[in-house]
T-cell receptor, first 114, second 114 residues
Framework: AQSVTQLGSHVSVSEGALVLLRCNYS??????LFWYVQYPNQGLQLLLK??????LVKGINGFEAEFKKSETSFHLTKPSAHMSDAAEYFC????????????FGSGTRLQVQP | NAGVTQTPKFQVLKTGQSMTLQCAQD?????MSWYRQDPGMGLRLIHY???????DQGEVPNGYNVSRSTTEDFPLRLLSAAPSQTSVYFC?????????????FGEGSRLTVL
């Protein structure tokens, strides 16, 4: 069975600082991994995806994530935080393709301080 | 394109009342799904459909019914609302051939059951 753990329900950084949001997964097969962003009162938007190609994945708004099989991790990073990055971020895992369900983590709320 | 449209955005029900959350997409996506979002629990899959006339249960289906008579619409029915169904509900869809995590989400329907 697949599962996702996001360490830290709240993360606060200063504007211009590094953003690091942690995600660890459990999967019995090579996983597909995703990061979503949710701005206040909006639906989720796909930020980036890992589907067994390059281990370093670049997404929208300057975010990227690195798949590390040995650490079962898929942490999200951004070199320099912007006020507009304040949102909730969800990591998700899926085992394979087709109708297999997507399992979401519990989310990390990112605050960006001026 | 409107994408995924959910109505209503807000609803208050009394225990035992019934209602339908509407979801429509104009992207000709075969796969549609309903999630509920609760604080600290991420998103959990309620029901999903892989095409007109085909539906299946997700992780938390109890208390909810769905049907899929057209490609565009996927309504979620609460037959007898309970306070435990207070949540934010999201409809999501994806196109054929994409991985399970490449979902397009609606803006959500916030339901309160008193």
């Amino acid at each position: 069975a697949q599962s996702v753990t996001q360490l830290g329900s709240h993360v606060s950084v200063s504007e211009g600082a590094l953003v690091l949001l942690r995600c660890n997964y459990s999967s019995s097969v090579p996983p597909y991994l995703f990061w979503y962003v949710q701005y206040p009162n909006q639906g989720l938007q796909l930020l980036l995806k890992y589907t067994s190609a390059a281990t370093l994945v670049k997404g929208i708004n300057g975010f990227e994530a690195e798949f590390k099989k040995s650490e079962t991790s898929f942490h999200l990073t951004k070199p320099s935080a912007h006020m507009s990055d304040a949102a909730e971020y969800f990591c998700a895992v899926s085992e394979g393709t087709g109708r297999r369900a997507l399992t979401f983590g519990s989310g990390t709320r990112l605050q960006v301080q001026p | 394109n409107a994408g995924v449209t959910q109505t209503p955005k807000f609803q208050v029900l009394k225990t035992g009342q019934s209602m339908t959350l509407q979801c429509a997409q104009d992207m000709n996506h075969e796969y549609m799904s309903w999630y509920r979002q609760d604080p600290g629990m991420g998103l959990r899959l309620i029901h999903y459909s892989v095409g007109a006339g085909i539906t299946d249960q997700g992780e938390v289906p109890n208390g909810y019914n769905v049907s899929r008579s057209t490609t565009e619409d996927f309504p979620l029915r609460l037959l007898s609302a309970a306070p435990s169904q207070t949540s934010v509900y999201f409809c999501a869809s994806r196109s054929p051939g994409t991985s399970p995590g490449e979902l397009f989400f609606g803006e959500g329907s916030r339901l309160t059951v008193l």
